[in-house]
Structure formats: structure tokens, C-alpha cells
Antibody, heavy 121, light 113 residues
């Protein structure tokens, strides 16, 4: 059974930093691209970042480029999101999602439960 | 970016009756590989999103056959043939044509009358 478990969310002041983690089980982690997606009541679902399975290629939404860094440790089956220069509008529930099912290489087939980040003074 | 527009934003439905949600994209979702990467997600209250339908009309593992997807190009529809109480939640369309620059619809809230 595929499971994705996010952690690391919390309360941060504007300008601060935080690292989110996503522990993956139930599939061969190093074979799949992974992504972070966030959700706010006002803006709905927003794709944040993605990383390729093995060559380390990374991709970012314009809203987080230069402030967030996605990475993965395939030996630990864990995905990370290092966030810095945080702003109030980064407040959201952050989900990690597995990318790719056998017949559709680009779709999110599994999502974690999410972790809440609140940025406020 | 491809803009995804859903209608309606709220859909009150009677149990046992059909429901449908529309999604329109600002450009064609046909990928250069010939596939159309339009998917539908369900988010039940207090839960993360869950994949229902991928590539327009393919049901994901474990999804009941009362859910179906249709459409082509820029216009797509999610249909629930007979709504059950467990179907309450918010439904999102999502495009993956511009992988990894995914975009989502605003969401349609399905509620029981």
C-alpha cells in the first residue's frame, strides 16, 4: 500500500525558514518523480515543485522560485521541501504527491495527508 | 499557464440522482505524445485529494464505476451516475499537459439536497 507521510509543518514568522519532509512507503521510491502541492482556502490547489526520480532535475512554480528548494534522499525514501524567505501567502496545507502511474506518466496517483504551514507575525 | 475553469462551483444533488461537473481549459490538453492529460480529483471533507479519473476517462484503481469522465480538446465532464452520500466533497479537474506546470480548476462542491 502506497503511503506518503508529511511532517515539519508549523508556525513561522515572515522571513523565516522551514523544511518539510515526506516519508514514502509501499512503492519503489527512486523510480518515481515526486511533487509538492499546496492548498489554501482562497487559492485552492496550487502546484509548488517537482523533482525527477534520479537525475535531480527540479521544477518550481514562479511563486516560490528562488525561495524553495525541493530535494530527495532515495536511500531514505524521503522527499523534502526547504522553504525560506517565507511570506504570509505561503500559508497553506502542503501535500506531497507521487507522480506517475503505469499508463499515465504525469498524473498524481497518490497524495499524503498534508502538513499545515502558517506564516504570521 | 493553462487556466482551468469549472462549472458549477456548487452542485446540490439528490441522493440517487446523477450529477455532472464541467471543466474547460484555456488551451487544448492534447500532449505531443497524443494523450490528453486531464484528470479529476475528489476531496472529501478533512481528507487530501484523491485521484478518480486520469487521461479524461480512465478510472483509477478502486474508483466505483458510477464515476465516469468524458470530453476532448478543451471541454471535459465528470459524471456521477447515481450520487451516494460518500460522494460529498469538492471535485477538481487538473491538467498535466504542461508537466510539471500543473494547474487545477477552482473546485466544485458537491452537496446533498
Amino acid at each position: 500500500e502506497v503511503q506518503l507521510l508529511e511532517s515539519g509543518g508549523g508556525f513561522v514568522q515572515p522571513g523565516g525558514s522551514l523544511r518539510l519532509s515526506c516519508a514514502a512507503t509501499g512503492f519503489t521510491f527512486y523510480n518515481y518523480a515526486m511533487s509538492w502541492v499546496r492548498q489554501t482556502p482562497g487559492k485552492g490547489l496550487e502546484w509548488v515543485s517537482a523533482i525527477s526520480p534520479s537525475d535531480g532535475s527540479t521544477y518550481y512554480a514562479d511563486s516560490v522560485k528562488g525561495r524553495f528548494t525541493i530535494s530527495r534522499d532515495n536511500s531514505k525514501n524521503t522527499l523534502y521541501l526547504q522553504m525560506s524567505s517565507l511570506r504570509a501567502d505561503d500559508t497553506a496545507v502542503y501535500y506531497c504527491a507521487k507522480i506517475g502511474l503505469r499508463s499515465s506518466p504525469y498524473d498524481f496517483d497518490y497524495w499524503g495527508q498534508g502538513t499545515l504551514l502558517t506564516v504570521s507575525s | 499557464d493553462i487556466v482551468m475553469t469549472q462549472t458549477p462551483l456548487s452542485s446540490p444533488v439528490t441522493l440517487g440522482q446523477p450529477a455532472s461537473i464541467s471543466c474547460r481549459s484555456s488551451q487544448s490538453l492534447v500532449h505531443r505524445d497524443g494523450n490528453t492529460y486531464l484528470s479529476w480529483l475528489q476531496q472529501r471533507p478533512g481528507q487530501p485529494p484523491r485521484l478518480l479519473i486520469y487521461k479524461v476517462s480512465n478510472r483509477f484503481s478502486g474508483v466505483p464505476d458510477r464515476f465516469s469522465g468524458s470530453g476532448a480538446g478543451t471541454d471535459f465532464t465528470l459524471t456521477i451516475s447515481r450520487v451516494e452520500a460518500e460522494d460529498v466533497g469538492v471535485y477538481y479537474c487538473m491538467q498535466a499537459k504542461q508537466f510539471p506546470q500543473y494547474t487545477f480548476g477552482q473546485g466544485t462542491k458537491l452537496e446533498i439536497k
